[in-house]
């Protein structure tokens, strides 16, 4: 992990409500920058950015529909390109929330994915191979939907109804449709993620912090195939961005 990171101060923003520059009653990039030299002031030297990727907003943007540009209710992707220069004029640090483990219903890949014909993005999610199957008897996976394309299956989300879990594999695949973490369709997933972290890397942020990252990999008991995962994220960063931070989501302080 980067250096910086040991002595960094975050301030956490959720964009929505913080500055709100052009009164349109939510807060927006441009008023982030406007406020820098308020947050240095405070002694913090790093910021965490909430969802900021373009979604139709069901879970607070954690419900991403494009993972490449910033939501039009935020501004563009020239304004956080700014934002990243001013932050790093200031001597700060900046890192996105990366939401890598599923996206909006209304993401282009999905809409792909629900058709009936074999395409580049028939597995880029976990899809059984019958309707009437469920997903009881696999681990973080918060339920199913179904009957909603022309495929045949059911398609299984990670937290709403709108937020269909993208696939990264099974640790220990007992159906057809279950695929291991090395096959194609799992690595398939796990580069176009690379490819999203790259692109915004490339335009000047510092890092990630990562949404479920413990619940990437299906039915892994004891994190195995999760933690490799994570690894090969992480030597994919040392190698190209060696000073990025990547940090996951974490709900015990106390450990």
């Known amino acids: ?55 139709p907003f069901a879970d607070a943007g954690y419900d991403v529909s494009d993972y ?30 990366l939401v890598p483990g599923h996206t909006s219903t209304e993401h282009y890949w ?14 880029r999610y976990i899809w059984t191979d019958n309707i009437w199957k469920d997903f009881k008897d696999v681990t973080s996976i918060a339920g ?19 937020q269909p879990a993208l696939n990264y594999g099974f640790a220990n695949p007992k159906e057809p449709w279950q695929f291991s973490v090395d096959s194609q369709e799992a690595i398939g997933t796990r580069e176009a993620m690379k490819d999203v972290m790259r692109f915004w890397l490339k335009m000047g942020c510092d890092g990630f912090r990562v949404d479920m990252a413990g619940s990437l ?7 195995k195939e999760t933690i490799k995962l994570w690894q090969n994220f992480r ?18 302080p106390d450990k």
């Not at 441009?30 to 965490?48: F, S, T, V």
């Not at 999905?110 to 597995?123: G, I, L, P």
């Not at 394309?149 to 709403?160: L, M, P």
Request: charged fraction near 25%; proline fraction near 3%.
């Open 68 to 97: 490449y540009t910033i939501a039009p209710r935020y501004g563009t992707n020239d304004d956080i390109k700014e934002l990243f220069e001013k932050v790093h004029e200031k001597r700060m640090h900046i890192i996105l929330d």
């Open 1 to 55: 992990m980067p250096a910086w990171l040991d002595n960094a101060v975050f301030y956490e923003i959720y964009p929505q409500s913080f500055m709100d520059t052009n009164s349109d009653g939510i807060g927006d990039i441009r008023g982030i920058i406007k406020k820098l030299d308020y947050i240095k002031e405070l002694g913090c030297n790093a910021i965490w950015l909430n969802p900021c990727f373009t979604s």
């Open 110 to 123: 999905f809409k792909e994915s629900m058709k009936a014909s074999e395409n580049k993005y028939t597995h």
């Open 235 to 252: 030597s994919f960063m040392d190698k190209e961005f060696p000073e990025a931070a990547l940090i996951s989501e974490w709900g015990e």
């Open 144 to 162: 199913c939907i179904r009957g909603i394309s022309d495929r045949n299956g059911s398609c299984a989300v990670n937290f709403f109804s709108t």
């Open 217 to 223: 990999v299906k039915n892994d008991e004891g994190s």
